[in-house]
Nanobody, 126 residues
Framework: QVQLVESGGGSVQAGGSLELTCEIT????????MAWFRQAPGKEREGVAR????????AYSSSVKGRFTIIRGVTENTVYLQMNSLKVEDTAVYYC???????????????????WGHGTQVTVSS
């Protein structure tokens, strides 16, 4: 089993920055892909960014590309989401997710991820 816990959410003004942290415990040796998703009120959950544990290759949604960076920790039991130039429309609950099978490629699709954290709220005000 794999457990994920997010932290670092909060409130910030538009243009500001936040860094989210995802701590991963359990059988982490089998993880091949980690990702961040978000869900805004009244909207479906969307993939934001993902990183592979085997190759140095990241992918981002078009809505965050150039502003957000997904970073794997040194131990690979931690993954971060550095968010810069935040916009009001970035307001959402942000989730960390991991998978242990398949390919880690492209903008993450929630159907491919088995393990999820409980989320952390990010609120951006104008």
């Amino acid at each position: 089993q794999v457990q994920l816990v997010e932290s670092g959410g909060g409130s910030v003004q538009a243009g500001g920055s936040l860094e989210l942290t995802c701590e991963i415990t359990g059988d982490t040796s089998r993880i091949n892909c980690m990702a961040w998703f978000r869900q805004a009120p009244g909207k479906e959950r969307e993939g934001v960014a993902r990183t592979s544990t085997t190759v140095s290759r990241e992918a981002y949604s078009s809505s965050v590309k150039g502003r957000f960076t997904i970073i794997r920790g040194v131990t690979e039991n931690t993954v971060y989401l550095q968010m810069n130039s935040l916009k009001v429309e970035d307001t959402a609950v942000y989730y960390c997710a991991a998978r242990t099978d398949g390919y880690c490629y492209g903008v993450p699709d929630e159907r491919d991820f088995r393990y999820w954290g409980h989320g952390t709220q990010v609120t951006v005000s104008s």
